[in-house]
């Protein structure tokens, strides 16, 4: 029986127990996959980071649900990130290169004097049709048909993890919402791993611009996640290319999450278009909760 040191942040928040709790374990050059993915799914959180050696970028990282690998996580990588600039473990370093199973993406850590906020860009966006029963989805979700707003699509979509995008008419339906997430596979033929991430423009902080919630695929192991930073990043892929196409660039986006849930968080979201192309960055903060001690 060996131990191993899990050190609890939230992130998408400066204060603990809101946001999105992520393991960040130091030591992952140590541990094999197996033992990796052992770890994660007795810490139950959404995601548990590991940072490793690279032999292309300045670290690795590898993100587990308690269910499988993930290719990309925002909010582990925000707590990862935080966690190591905290500790002394990234010098001076503000500019970095991260690989991931999406490939090595830029990322920035810096202080604003007061907090550290990290930049995460995210892999480019992608999109796919829904050819599934919106009425089966609807109910997935526990809302009716009415609630979804049929003036934009429902879509796959992607900046490293494939979620559905619903587009939902009012905050009203999302206090309703009780998914069936053992629903999600039979829904999603096409893509039958996918998470579902219902959105709307209606926004409790009438400083933000979106709306959502997060509703895991049942072969993570987990039922919701509360502020997810790479599903707010396809949202502003999203937000560009649906609903505002006209929009000067760079899009600034403020995304709220998890308040139905008391897990208040923010993600803010920046999309530079190019040439027919979108580069998609988050931006955030995290803090420290505590650690603890894992036995596998």
Known sequence: MKTVKVYHYEAFSKVPHKGNPAGVVLNG???TEEEMQEIAHKVGF??????????????????FTPGHEADLCGHATMATLFALKTKGLLGDKTDLQME????????????????IIITMQQASPEFRDFNGSIEELAHSLGIEHDDMD??????YGST????????????????RMKADNERF???????PHASVHPFCLETFDQDADMHGRHFSSPYSGTIEDPVTGTASGVMGAYY??????KAESPIHLLVEQGQEIERDGRVKVQVTKSDNRMK???????????DFEVAF
């Open 280 to 290: 998609i960055q988050i931006t955030g903060t995290a803090v420290r909760v505590d």
């Open 100 to 115: 991931t199973n999406v490939g090595v993406l830029p990322i920035q850590v810096h202080s604003d004097g007061q907090d």
């Open 150 to 155: 049929f003036n934009l699509p429902i879509t």
């Open 185 to 191: 596979p039979s829904i999603l033929k096409e893509m």
């Open 29 to 31: 050059d140590e541990l």
């Open 46 to 63: 959404n995601e548990t980071a590991f940072p490793v050696r690279s032999k292309s970028a300045d670290l690795k990282m590898r993100f």
């Open 160 to 175: 490293g993890n494939w979620t559905l995008l619903v587009p939902i008419k009012s905050l009203d339906a999302f206090k």
């Open 240 to 245: 560009a290319a649906f609903i505002d196409q």
